[in-house]
């Protein structure tokens, strides 16, 4: 990165607004304690007012993103100006953001920087509250490690709300502005802010104060948007007061700022209060036809059974065993989350169940073969769905993996299960991109993976993924900085896979073909149980032809973590890798889920590169998909992107580009996504979806049962 031009600054003058933060501190220290608001994105890249953090954090499984053209005048004077932030509220009290920072004077005719063009990563902490009546306080750092850190800083900063109006008040400690003659510094001093709410209209009014010049401008919050996820739109408008270049030069202008803020950790508790349109009445003393003859047990099981098809399942077959009711089923519609199918599955036959029926117990397939079983009380279940209250119900669900019924103890209604679909199609986005390079801003490579499954025999699966690119920037063409990172064209996987059990406490997969579009080769994975925990051990590893340029050790990637899982929606996993680049290093992966949304924050060394970066991953699917047919079309269950940056000593600056280094090891065909429900498969993740297994029901299922 190169720094801008610099000139001497003129001394620094008393802002009278350090008499209005020092007016207000007092009432910081009693503060009347409003209802708990959200706050708004700062430019730089936190929770906060127009350019100065606060000392809120984003709320656990909020993600908030903003594009503005606001720049720290003490950097310079730029025409191009692009400021980007992404964040996340990745634990409860903790938020994570990145920053894109591009400031240009781009030459005619050139790609190359000709200012600042800087990726950062931000972090702040909201502490606990130590005594009565304290103040919101938190501690942040900017800028955290790089090369060339434009933006390092520390600080803390604490505030509070009196009625409308939020006060703040804080101070930082910056760091020197690399290449800065000057002695200009990131965000420094003593700095705060006010916040005026106009009532519930969503309108702000703020001042502030950022230890160098003034700001004031005003902000609109929407309410949250329904059909967006319930997103919230932000935009900003402000003016800098009294700024000044490092020239010493008036720098007072205009920002404009629009964020997006998605609350993906909010769906869980909407339907905690999910109220169905539709209520329950009890199938028992229902005639089946207008002749009054009441259906008979094996009636109930065969209209059971149609309905669960009716709903998009297939493989279905249902029976009973002693007391219980089995369903077995095969879920490819309803694929966000498994959940979703078996709420499906228990709502119907718990109102199915005949009298003598005490448990019903849903059995899920992936490609014929048994994964596991979760199971419940009828009487409980039906009391859940009638009236939501999930206490009893999370005592009687319980999940074993690889049920061990045998098929000839039960007495099914039909021995052969129902139909299913000969071929699947899924459509994935695969997209290669390189930000804040020396040669670009953004450079990308686009492409369709087209991916088909051809169900076998029992647990295997004819797979084949076809690559289409779609688009690509100037520099990923051959040739071009990027050319050797193109997307490319083709048949790139063509291979059976086989899955199967080694016992109750491991779960592996193998496919032999065509892979990497020009090397025969075998992939597989093996997933090992902890017993008594949820924890699992990850093997992962493949073996490839020899391509010309590659060595012994490129030709056979593999990996082995141990993943910890303190909560269902919480794992660390850790190990060793032997990366595609034939180097070897450690990983370490935290991951949180919001609902289907996943955040992973890793770090990995491949060699004597290290990097760190956040990954999201999201379904690209309906929740309800296309219903079987001969063909069926859906989007992917998981996509996943991110960004990363390689971590380097700030006294060497060295960080250059590898997009092909210390990648995580990926398997064309993932079993854990595809059969273990992305790993969330437990019975306490399960027990945790209770209520969106009955949302589910009302919502797919319902319609199924007599008015």
């Known amino acids: 990165m190169h720094p801008p031009t610099v000139y001497p600054r003129r001394p620094a003058v008393f802002h009278p607004l350090a008499l209005v933060l020092a007016a207000v501190l007092p009432v910081l220290l009693q503060p009347h304690r409003a209802q708990a608001q959200q706050s708004g994105l700062a430019a730089v890249g936190a929770s906060g007012g127009l350019v100065v953090p606060d000392a809120q954090v984003l709320p656990s499984g909020t993600v908030g993103a903003t594009r503005s053209n606001y720049a720290e005048p003490q950097l310079g004077n730029y025409s191009k100006l692009q400021n980007y932030t992404l964040g996340v509220g990745l634990l409860p009290n903790l938020e994570l953001f990145g920053r894109f920072a591009e400031y240009q004077n781009p030459r005619p005719g050139s790609t190359f920087i000709s200012g600042i063009r800087d990726i950062s990563a931000n972090v702040k902490l909201k502490l606990p509250e130590f005594w009565r009546g304290q103040p919101d306080i938190a501690v942040g750092i900017n800028d955290i490690r790089g090369g060339a850190s434009f933006f390092k800083s520390r600080y803390v900063v604490a505030d509070g709300f009196w009625g409308p109006v939020r006060l703040s008040a804080g101070y930082a400690w910056g760091g020197a502005i690399p290449g800065n003659a000057a002695g200009e510094r990131a965000f420094d001093g003593p700095f705060g802010g006010v916040e005026w709410r106009v009532a519930n209209t969503g309108l702000s009014a703020l001042a502030e104060y950022d230890g160098r010049q003034k700001h004031v401008g005003v902000r609109y919050t929407s309410p949250p948007l329904a059909a967006l996820g319930h997103a919230q739109l932000v935009g900003t408008v402000q003016r800098s007061l009294g700024a000044t270049d490092p020239a010493g030069r008036d720098a007072d202008r205009t920002s404009v700022a629009v964020s997006v803020v998605v609350p993906f950790g909010g769906n869980e508790e909407r339907r905690q209060h999910f109220k169905p349109e539709m209520q329950l009445t009890s199938l028992d003393a229902k005639p089946a036809a207008p002749g009054g003859m009441v ?413």
């Open 295 to 707: 259906a008979t047990a094996e009636d109930r099981l065969d209209s059971l059974q149609k309905a669960l098809v009716a709903t998009g399942l297939e493989r279905v077959r249902t029976g009973t065993q002693g007391s219980n009711l089995i369903v077995e089923y095969e879920n490819n519609r309803y694929a966000q989350n498994e959940a979703d199918a078996i709420g499906l599955v228990l709502g119907l036959a718990a109102e199915y169940a005949p009298a003598s029926i005490r448990r019903v117990a849903a059995v899920t397939l992936k490609a014929g073969q048994r994964m596991y079983e979760t199971s419940v009380d009828v009487a409980i279940y039906r009391a859940f769905l009638r009236d939501g209250d999930a206490a009893n119900a999370r005592t009687s669900l319980a999940v074993d993996r690889l049920p061990g019924y045998n098929a000839a103890d039960v007495r099914w209604v039909k021995a052969e299960p129902a139909r299913r679909t000969p071929v699947r199609i899924e459509i994935k986005p695969e997209l290669e991109f390189i930000g804040g390079t020396e040669v670009g801003t953004f450079d990308y490579s686009l492409a369709a993976n087209v991916q088909a499954f051809v169900p076998l025999w029992r647990g295997a699966e004819l797979y084949t993924s076809y690559i289409e690119r779609l688009s690509n920037s100037d520099n990923f063409e051959p040739g071009f900085a990027f050319g050797a990172f193109r997307k490319r064209n083709g048949l790139k996987v063509a291979a059976v896979q086989q899955t199967f059990w080694l016992g109750q406490h491991i779960h592996a997969n193998v496919g032999v073909g065509r892979y990497n579009y020009d090397a025969w080769g075998v992939q597989g994975e093996a997933t090992v149980f902890v017993p008594g925990r949820d924890d699992v051990i990850r093997l992962r590893g493949g073996a490839y032809e020899r391509q010309p340029g590659q060595n012994r050790r490129q030709t056979a990637p593999a990996s082995a973590t141990y993943r910890w899982v303190p909560q269902p929606n919480t794992w660390v996993e850790a190990g060793l890798q032997q990366y595609s680049d034939g180097f070897r290093g450690p990983s370490l992966v935290l991951t949180r889920w919001f609902g289907d949304v996943g955040v992973h924050l890793f770090y990995r060394r491949s060699g004597d590169a290290q990097f760190a970066g956040l990954e999201l991953s999201v379904p690209l699917t309906p929740r309800q998909g296309m219903a079987p047919g001969l063909v069926q079309l859906g989007g992917t269950s998981r996509f996943a992107q991110g960004v990363r940056t390689r971590l380097v000593d700030s006294s060497t600056g060295i960080n250059f580009v590898q997009p092909s280094a210390a990648l995580d090891m990926q398997l064309n065909y993932n079993a854990e996504q595809r059969q273990l429900n992305s790993g969330r498969s437990s019975q306490r993740y399960f027990v945790g979806q209770l209520h969106r297994m009955r949302e589910a029901f009302y919502l797919y299922a319902r319609r199924q049962l007599p008015q």
